[in-house]
Nanobody
Framework: QVQLVESGGGLVQAGGSLRLSCAASGRTFSNYAMGWFRQAPGKERTFVAAISGSGKSTYYADSVKDRFTISRDNAKNTVYLQMNSLRPEDTAVYYC?????????????????WGQGTQVTVSS
């Protein structure tokens, strides 16, 4: 059974940085793309970033482009989200997810396994 465990969330001031981690177990990690999504209070969950199984391809939502960086370490079965220049509107629960295939995926239906989420709060 696949398990995804996020960590690294917390409270940070606007302009600050956080790095989220997501440790995966249960499948051959490098065979699957990984993604980060977020859900703000009262809003639907939205796509943030994705990375292919090899790590060679990435894709970002426009709202986080040039501020967030997704990466992965296949030897450690871990995907990361480095978040810089954080804004109050980045406040949300952040979820990592494992895709059905190795190629970059940006829609929820392309993901089959989800973590429990980690809270990120950015104060103004």
């Amino acid at each position: 059974q696949v398990q995804l465990v996020e960590s690294g969330g917390g409270l940070v001031q606007a302009g600050g940085s956080l790095r989220l981690s997501c440790a995966a177990s249960g499948r051959t990690f490098s065979n699957y793309a990984m993604g980060w999504f977020r859900q703000a209070p009262g809003k639907e969950r939205t796509f943030v970033a994705a990375i292919s199984g090899s790590g060679k391809s990435t894709y970002y939502a426009d709202s986080v482009k040039d501020r967030f960086t997704i990466s992965r370490d296949n030897a450690k079965n871990t995907v990361y989200l480095q978040m810089n220049s954080l804004r109050p509107e980045d406040t949300a629960v952040y979820y990592c997810a494992e895709a059905r295939l190795a190629r970059v995926a940006v829609t929820e239906y392309e993901y089959v396994n989800w973590g429990q989420g980690t809270q990120v709060t950015v104060s103004s």
